[in-house]
């Protein structure tokens, strides 16, 4: 089954509230917290990364799309709100 991780940066602390691509998780059942690290059962979450060729095919209007997930947390620093944009993702699989 996939998972995927994305790690917490350390000014974040509870509570906070977790988006992926702007669509609010639920911790329990959507995500789980272990550690610094939210880990998501069951999805494998990407980022897309462009090579050179893409954004040479995107500059001349020739589109291609792949999924491009975000995973962004929102929290409470010093009595100010912050959102803490675009994680790193880690997907995993267990090979089976």
């Keep these: 089954m996939p998972r995927s991780i994305a790690r917490l940066p350390p000014q ?3 509570p906070f509230e977790v988006f992926i691509s702007g669509v609010p998780q639920q911790q329990g059942v959507d995500f ?9 059962e069951g999805r494998a ?3 897309d990364k462009v090579s050179g060729w893409r954004w040479f095919l995107g500059a ?3 589109g291609t799309y ?3 997930d975000s995973v962004d947390v ?3 620093l010093n ?3 912050m959102v803490a944009e675009g994680l790193e993702i880690v997907a995993e699989d267990d090979g089976a």
Excluded at 32 to 40: N, Q, S
């Design 12 to 14: 974040v602390q509870p």
């Design 60 to 62: 001349w209007g020739v």
């Design 74 to 76: 929102r929290y409470t």
């Design 66 to 68: 792949r999924q491009n």
């Design 79 to 81: 009595g100010r709100p």
């Design 45 to 47: 979450l990407r980022k």
């Design 32 to 40: 789980v917290l272990d550690g610094r690290d939210l880990v998501f």
